[in-house]
């Protein structure tokens, strides 16, 4: 099993740009998360989502976009890339609600200039 | 609102010393407890879980952690450290407000072992 996987793994953005962060796992995991790690801040989260076709905003959802049209692909899209969503993003996936061990991506590192 | 606190950013030890590393948490509901691991270069791994039961829990690589209710604590442990464990420390809570779970994560601390 391939787990969680992020792509891409480093990108550099123009303020105003727009893209999409990809994230899928292969162990039929339904619940998905996105976090950002910025340092001395731990992990906040964005975004997570219980099920295909059920997103809800975590922490810090505002600049961030999500959808959830399969069980496997959780994609993350800034629409309007601001120099505050410099950060490493990180998607992880678990089976169980409440009780969960956390399968984390290996993260994508984004810079905003 | 929920949150998880840990006291120490950066926390420097030689080989062979013990380690404690606090956490504290703010709910006052049914909560599970995680430590995870970040090593150099690595994504996040978990060292060891709390749901219920004994409040002493044995993780992986010699870690422990025990969940003290009535101080909202759920400080790690290891007797002797080694280099390898210098890596980046994440308490978190997992609570369960709102009908949907929530892990909620620390600041972190980084700890740097030296030989």
């Known amino acids: 099993n391939a787990g969680v996987t992020q792509t891409p793994k480093f990108r550099i953005l123009k303020i105003g740009q727009s893209m999409t962060l990809q994230c899928t796992q292969d162990?039929?995991?339904?619940?998905m998360y996105w976090y950002r790690q910025d340092p001395g801040m731990g992990l906040k989260l964005i975004y997570y989502?219980?099920?295909?076709?059920?997103?809800d905003k975590g922490e810090v959802p505002n600049g961030y976009n999500v959808s959830r049209s399969t069980t496997e692909d959780f994609p993350l899209r800034l629409e309007l890339a601001a120099p505050s969503q410099t950060s490493v993003y990180f998607c992880?996936?678990?089976?169980?609600?409440?009780?969960?061990?956390?399968?984390f991506g290996s993260g994508t590192q984004l810079s905003v200039l | 609102a929920q949150s998880v606190s840990q006291h120490n950013h950066h926390v420097i030890l030689s080989e062979a010393a013990s380690l404690e590393l606090g956490c504290n948490y703010s709910y006052g509901g049914t909560v599970n407890l995680f430590w995870y691991v970040q090593y150099p270069g690595q994504h996040l791994q978990l060292l060891l879980k709390y749901f219920s039961g004994d409040p002493l829990v044995k993780g992986i690589k010699g870690f422990e952690a025990e969940f003290i209710k009535s101080k909202f604590s759920f400080n790690l442990r290891k007797p002797s450290v080694q280099w390898s464990d210098t890596a980046e420390y994440f308490c978190a809570v997992n609570t369960f407000s709102g009908g949907y779970n929530k892990l909620i994560f620390g600041a972190g601390t980084r700890l740097a072992v030296h030989p």
């Open positions: 992880a996936s678990s089976y169980e609600r409440g009780g969960e061990k956390l399968f």
């Open positions: 162990m039929n995991h339904n619940y």
């Open positions: 989502s219980v099920g295909a076709g059920i997103t």
